[in-house]
């Protein structure tokens, strides 16, 4: 049984910190250098100082300004528990503009043997071991998780009913609510009980969370982590490709590499104005650019998979052609979500070539999941990734 709870958030006093659209920021693993700094400059206050400090020993650092804001009355935690609605407005590549619904809400923690909260894909230690120090460090949950759950039929503001007026607006963009009523509390807590939720953003969040439990036995608060939750069977959940540049230099000639490729693929210049179908890669070298599809005996050589992996494309790319012909590993590779910056990464020589790939159906994900499958690293790009600074929770010492 999926256990979720209201909490007490902690959560900027604009009187004192300012412009909230001033104060947020992306999660801490997307955030480059640059963005980095210029998030620095764009506030004393903006939450980047708590999630990606400056100074090299992070978790000290965060600490200290987390305390530092408390006593200030920056950061103030409200009177009483509550259920967030977090409301997102985004634009897609296409230029559509859609609505997210999610609820800001206390998660229990599960062992994914439990089948109740449930990974996609598959985790590096590097960012867990950063993850927990600054956990440990301020006690608190600085950024929440992003979970998934299937109520087809019941959107998100049907569930929670009416909800007046937003206590945070940014432009449109990012609106929360504040719902602090016991019986739509408790309706909320009755319909998610018995779903299965799917990690879809912050799988090593929630595996630092899970240690940082078994390190705090007795804190009850620690066996919750702050969370996200919205119904994959709303419009506004989508997701961007994920495109692999290979950095190179290549182990074949671009000519060899066609030669290659078209041993087990059907591999053409791809067609003016066309987009991919299903179950085709576009490979960008600097001199050529291929659509491939795959042949049956390509697919076949995937049969030693579980059913509900053999129909990825990405797992079609990785054992077929990057791993056999190219020898690269994701260790050798970087990500883009954009064919255009793909495309401009080849033809400036920053990446050898470059893989261009469908998005995966949010109904595959699922499907992967419940089988009790991962995907490969950086499979899915939940697209817009939430903004950090609007609810913290605190979990640890010295708060709890």
Known sequence: MAVVRPLQGLRYDPARAGDPGLLLAPPYDIITPSEQAELHARSPYNVVRLILPEEADRGAAAARTLREWIERGLLVSDPTPAVYVYSQRFSLPDGTTRRRDGLLCRLRLEEFSTGIVLPHERTLPG????????????????????????????PLRELVGALGDPVVDVNGWHQLWRVTDCATIDRIERALAPETIIIADGHHRYETALQYRDEQRGNQA??????????????GVAILPTHRLVRGPLSLAPGRLEERLRESFEAEPPASGRRRQAGEIDCLLADRRLRLRPRPATLARLAHLPPVL??????????????????????????????????EAVAAGRAAAAFLLNAPPIAAVRAVCLAGELMPEKSTYFYPKL??????????????
């Open 127 to 154: 960012p867990k071991a950063d993850r927990l120090a600054i956990l440990r460090a301020t006690g608190a949950n600085l950024s929440p998780i992003f979970g998934l759950y299937a109520r087809p039929g019941e």
């Open 222 to 235: 620690a066996e919750y982590v702050l969370a996200y939750l919205a119904n994959m069977e709303e419009e």
């Open 310 to 343: 053999r129909t990825l494309d990405v797992e079609l790319l990785h054992r077929t052609i990057l791993e056999p012909i190219l020898g690269v590993a994701a260790a050798g590779l970087e990500f883009t979500h954009d064919d255009e910056e793909a495309a």
């Open 387 to 400: 903004a950090t600074g609007l609810v913290l929770s605190l979990v640890g010492p010295p708060w709890v």
